[in-house]
């Protein structure tokens, strides 16, 4: 694969997409679980999108069962959850494996583009995000731990490329 835009990815609403939809614009793509010590995030990314949607930003969100089972619901208890305790309108994937055998073909790409701390391959928990660039190239990855609200400047720097 060249970059992301030449994967398929199911929306929480079962319709299949490609990547290639949102060509041009700035992705932030972010593992996510409602259960998790991370997931008052969803607050600040939705507050990340809102301020950046009209210049280019999509932040794509693809819950994950697979640290501490913290993402237990099925695809409309997921939406729900996000709507309604963080107000999220940014598109919502069918939930995903990132690590392991059945790892998403898009996060295998991911993480060969992008290694974490010490070139580690392996998303290490909940809210890894990867900001993606207007050309569909992994620009970096940022860890669970690094809010949205500090990587403001990088998405600004990304949609002025």
Do not use: H
């Not at 995030?41 to 301020?51: A, D, F, R, T, V």
């Not at 309604?84 to 060969?112: C, H, I, Q, W």
């Amino acid at each position: 694969m060249e970059n992301v835009y030449d994967f398929r990815c199911m929306l929480n609403n079962g319709e299949e997409i490609t990547l290639s939809d949102y060509e041009g614009k700035v992705l932030l793509i972010v593992n996510t679980a409602s259960q998790c010590g991370f997931t008052p995030q969803y607050k600040g990314l939705e507050e990340l999108y809102e301020k950046y949607k009209e210049q280019g930003l999509v932040i794509l969100g693809f819950p994950c069962n697979q640290f501490g089972q913290q993402e237990p619901g099925d695809d409309a208890q997921i939406e729900q959850f996000c709507s309604v305790n963080f107000g999220v309108t940014f598109p919502l994937f069918r939930k995903v494996d990132v690590n392991g055998p059945d790892a998403s073909p898009l996060y295998e790409y991911l993480k060969d583009q992008a290694r974490g701390v010490m070139r580690t391959r392996a998303i290490k928990w909940n809210f890894t995000k990867f900001l993606i660039g207007k050309d569909g190239q992994v620009l970096k990855r940022f860890s669970p731990r690094t809010t949205p609200k500090s990587i403001d400047g990088a998405v600004q720097e990304a949609l002025s490329a």
